[in-house]
Structure formats: C-alpha cells, structure tokens
C-alpha cells in the first residue's frame, strides 16, 4: 500500500493506526469522548503477588481497629459506619479508577477540544472535507493521551500505595478505610522498625484520612474543579507538534511514546499556574492534617513515631502514589515544605484552640488558611474574623 500523504507532517494513516490501537480509551455512549473506567482499568493491567496470609489479614483488621480507637480521643470527626477492609493492588485499581477518570476527564476533554481546533486551523484546504469527517476524531486524541497515561500511572502506583487514602485524595465511594498488606510489608521492608509499628502507623493514617474524607464529602468536587479550572486555558501549539511528528517518520509505537511523553503538553497560561498552585495547597493541607492528627493519636504507643512520619514524608516528597499520578498527568508536585508547613499549621490550631476548632477549619474551602496565611498560625484565628471574605482559595 502507498503511503497516504500528510498534513503539516501528520502521516493519517499512521495516526490512524494509533487511534485504532488506542481508541478503546473510550465508553461506547455519547460521543465517545468520555474515558471509559473499564478500560482505563484493562490498561493498567496489574496484576498481585502471591496470596497473603491470613494472618497478615488480619493483623491488618485489628490495626485499623485500633488506629480508630486511638484517633477517637485526637480528631473531632466521627468514623464512618463501614468497617476497614484489606485490598490487593488490583483491587485499588478497579475500586478508584472510577474517580481518578472524574479528575481527570476535564482535562481529557479541553487537551482532545484543544489539539481539533489547532489542527482544523492548519488543515490544507485540497484536504477540508476529508478533515472535517476526522475533527471529532481527533479531538479525543485528549482522551486517548490520557487514558493511556493514566493507566500507566496507576500500573506504576499500585504496587507502592498502601492504602485508599494512601494517594492523599478521596478516591473510593462509599469511603472506608482500606489497607493493601503485600504493599504494607514492601513498605516496612529495611526500615529497621518494628512491622508491628509500621503497620499501626500507616492504619492511622489510612482511618484519619477516612475521617476526613467521608465528614467533608466536598472535597472530591473541590480538587476537580481545581483541575476543571486549569484545564479551561489549555491551548496546543500545533506548529510545533507538526514538527515533532515529522520527526517521528510516521512510527506508530513512537508516536505513541512522544503522546505519553507530552506531545501535546499545552503551553501553561498565569491563570494555569494560579489553578495549580490552588490545587496543591489543598493537597498539601489534606497531607498536612493527616500527618499531624496520625503522629498525635499514635502519642506514646509507637516509640519510633517521628523516625515513621519523618520516612513518609521523604517518601511522598520523592515516589509517593500522588506524586506519581498528578506529574504524570497535571505536571503537579506537591511542596514538601508546604506540607509540612501545613502540619505545623493544624499542629498548632489544635494546640491554641483546641481539636474542635481545628478540624472546623475544613468546613468549607474557604474556611481553609492560604498560603501565605501558613507562615503566621498562631495569628491564623484572629485574622479570620471574617472567614467568609477569603472565599477564595
């Protein structure tokens, strides 16, 4: 067969290739420009180790247990009904893959409108008819770029996290703790720590995150407007894209590892980095609160308490599942310093004012601190007299 001829060096018949490869990213309803779960699942593709014991199970259980008697006496909101479970990796990502295509979809849906619009604008007019019939196909290219992506991310993640609140998001419906034990013992292996300690450390942290989420159920609509809000300003150079494809000579494997590696990564506007830096402060609160409120519950139960908070901090800072996830997709990075920050900040919230006024905060998002307000928590209360003026984090 000859070689179909290009446009500004897109070899069609090549990226059509692609598109047939890739295009079960999409649910077969509507226009077929929504990610499709099932198959962002399928593409993840993750497969678990050997069965666990049953002891592990249940030594699991009862951490998570008592991580929710402990946490009754140092956090103000209530446990949910449902009891903890123990999850397999896989079961991560069948249970979240649902929410992570939510997060993610504004941005599948504004890259896939972006890349149509930039290449209906450079389309050679002998070719306009034929294009036409191909515009709502190449607008999913957003789509198909993402549900790759995403499916990579949550391959790599789901050997690492340990536990449904583990990635510092609420990412199950309805919310109850879970913990992953092959993943937990992964975790503890080399630390020198006791597993028992480990193991009730990282049940704390799973129940608080549990607390919080399911009392504050507006925080998942919260972080995806975040990403709705940056994804309103994408816009593609397409000229340069033509020129990255020409240097791909029409290879569909490259093709697809250029679109993995951000063939199409927009040029990021003021108003993007604004809509970032909003979306990492309220990640960096979310990590803050938990880290705080699991080292307070623990007290004197777990005698290498900081060495433990010390290790999951540098772990989220440099292989943590989120950090993998959202640079992957959003180029986002959460500030370690901000997260700690953010624990000093409700660290002394309920050292001043008490638990009740602490954990109050996350009333709504405007009743959070800002950034700058971070650096000043003993001065926090008194500056928010008027908490309804700062509505806008």
């Not at 000579?249 to 590892?257: F, H, R, T």
């Not at 009743?367 to 700062?390: I, N």
């Amino acid at each position: 067969m000859s070689e179909q001829p290009g446009v500004g060096g897109f070899d069609f018949s090549q990226l059509g290739e692609m598109l047939s490869r890739l295009g079960r990213a999409f649910s077969s309803g509507g226009d077929g420009s929504s990610l499709s779960p099932e198959t962002v699942r399928e593409l993840a593709n993750v497969r678990d180790d050997a069965a666990i014991t049953s002891e592990l199970h249940n030594q699991s259980l009862d951490a998570l247990r008592v991580a929710d008697l402990w946490l009754d006496q140092s956090v103000a909101f209530s446990s949910p009904a449902l009891p903890g479970q123990t999850w397999r990796p896989s079961q991560w990502v069948d249970g979240t893959t649902s929410t992570w295509c939510a997060v993610v979809e504004p941005l599948s849906h504004s890259l896939g409108s972006a890349v149509g619009s930039a290449l209906s604008s450079e389309v050679e007019p002998a070719m306009a008819g034929i294009f036409a019939q191909m515009n709502e196909m190449m607008k999913k290219i957003g789509g198909i770029m993402f549900a790759t992506q995403l499916g990579e991310a949550l391959k790599s993640a789901a050997h690492s996290v340990t536990g449904a609140g583990d990635v510092g998001i609420p990412l199950i419906d309805p919310v109850r703790a879970i913990l992953i034990p092959e993943n937990v013992l992964k975790y503890a292996d080399g630390l020198n720590i006791p597993f028992g300690e480990v193991l009730h450390y990282l049940a704390l942290r799973e129940s608080a995150a549990t607390r919080l989420f399911a009392n504050n159920p507006w925080l998942k609509e919260a972080i995806i407007e975040s990403v709705r809000a940056y994804s309103a300003g994408i816009h593609v150079d397409i000229q340069k894209v033509q020129g990255d494809f020409e240097q791909l000579s029409g290879d569909p494997q490259a093709i697809n590892e250029a679109i993995q590696n951000g063939l199409f990564a927009p040029e990021e506007s003021e108003a993007q980095i604004a809509a970032l830096k909003k979306l990492e402060l309220l990640i960096a609160l979310i990590e803050g609160w938990i880290d705080e409120v699991s080292a307070a519950a623990a007290g004197n139960q777990l005698p290498h308490i900081q060495a433990l908070r010390e290790m999951s901090r540098r772990r989220r800072a440099t292989e943590g599942p989120l950090q993998r996830v959202f640079a992957s997709l959003l180029g986002l990075e959460v500030s370690p310093r901000l997260a700690r920050d953010a624990a000093t900040f409700f660290h002394t919230q309920g050292a001043l004012h008490g638990v009740e006024y602490r954990d109050s905060l996350w009333e709504s998002l405007g009743s959070l601190p800002l950034a700058d307000e971070l650096a000043s928590p003993e001065s926090f209360k008194a500056g928010r007299s008027a908490p309804d003026d700062l509505s806008a984090l």
